[in-house]
């Protein structure tokens, strides 16, 4: 096998890593009926006129599986970090104690763990597009060393160990799913 074709490899396989990750990243703000610091990580605060990432000015974490608690650095931020997650959609509404933001997770409905189940779908879908990308790229890189003098069974050999390297990848986001369904799906 010749360099290059290593090189066309390692950069497919890179790809499709980066596409799952991102998939993970997705998938991890998809909440599941349990309180997780995780969820608020979209979430943007007004901090002193510059838009910021709520990590960057408080802490948050979870007393128990329906509950989130967040404590700014600065009581002074409560309201702002309250509106931030207020305005950030997620059907939260922050009770502030003065010292902390407390915010109750409210149980899943059937309909809305549907949606959510839905959602994460789409997420998978997305990383199996980006995957199919991914490959497409890669044969149209095999077809130009195949120009270049690469031999027929090479570069047969090279498109079956790419459509191998794409079925583990589909399977990684098929794995991924089932597994966020079920976390969704359990009560």
């Known amino acids: 096998m010749t360099e290059e074709l290593q090189m066309i490899y390692d950069e497919f396989k890179s790809s499709n890593n980066r596409s799952i990750s991102h998939l993970d990243a997705e998938l991890t703000k998809i909440r599941a009926g349990k309180a997780t610091p995780a969820m608020l990580s979209s979430v943007m605060v007004d901090y002193y006129g510059s838009p910021t990432p709520i990590q960057q000015v408080a802490n948050i974490t979870t007393m128990d599986a329906r509950t989130i608690t967040v404590q700014a650095w600065e009581k002074t931020m409560l309201n702002e970090i309250a509106k931030g997650i207020i305005n950030s959609n997620l059907g939260f509404a922050p009770q502030n104690n003065g010292e902390i933001?407390?915010?109750?997770?409210?149980?899943?409905t059937e309909?809305?763990?549907r949606d959510l189940v839905k959602r994460a779908?789409?997420?998978a879908e997305?990383?199996?597009v980006a995957i199919r990308n991914n490959r497409k790229d890669a044969l149209d890189m095999v077809?130009?060393?195949k120009t270049e003098g690469l031999s027929e069974d090479m570069s047969k050999d090279a498109e079956t160990e790419i459509q191998n390297i794409t079925n583990g990848f589909v399977k990684k986001v098929d794995d991924l799913l089932e597994l966020k369904e079920k976390d969704i799906m359990t009560i």
């Open 143 to 145: 077809k130009d060393l």
């Open 126 to 128: 997305n990383a199996k």
């Open 121 to 123: 779908k789409t997420e």
């Open 101 to 108: 933001l407390i915010i109750s997770v409210p149980p899943l």
């Open 111 to 113: 309909e809305r763990r």
